[in-house]
Nanobody
């Protein structure tokens, strides 16, 4: 239901834009998240977006100012623009969604989401 794409190999300082397209599910409501998982590490929160009153976007401190969440409701697609990439950004990136409009404190929690994309590999070389 969620299809992530756009990963690849890029040099440090470069940029990538990840996409997450939905099928059979509306992602123009609820809460959307981007997570990543590096080898041997737990899945970690990257960015989240909550639709509705008080619509808000949140970012992990490690990516704040470098990554930007955006969306195209007509295309049922969300994006993660990643600039100034660093080797430590290397990971498999996942998009996730829940129809629930979560409280802000729940947005970084992977178990808050009920649908996940398959992941796309991002590799940043030094």
């Amino acid at each position: 239901q969620l299809q992530a794409s756009g990963g690849g190999l890029v040099q440090a300082g470069g940029s990538l834009r990840l996409s997450c397209a939905a099928s059979g599910r509306s992602i123009s409501s609820g809460t959307m998240g981007w997570f990543r998982q590096a080898p041997g590490k737990e899945r970690e929160f990257v960015a989240g977006f909550r639709w509705g009153g008080g619509t808000s976007t949140s970012y992990a401190d490690a990516v704040k100012g470098r990554f930007t969440f955006s969306r195209d409701n007509a295309k049922r697609t969300v994006y993660l623009q990643m600039n100034s990439l660093k080797p430590e950004d290397t990971a498999v990136y996942y998009c996730a969604h829940t129809p629930a409009r979560m409280v802000l404190s729940a947005i970084p929690t992977p178990t808050s989401y009920d649908a996940w994309g398959q992941g796309t590999q991002v590799t940043v070389s030094s």
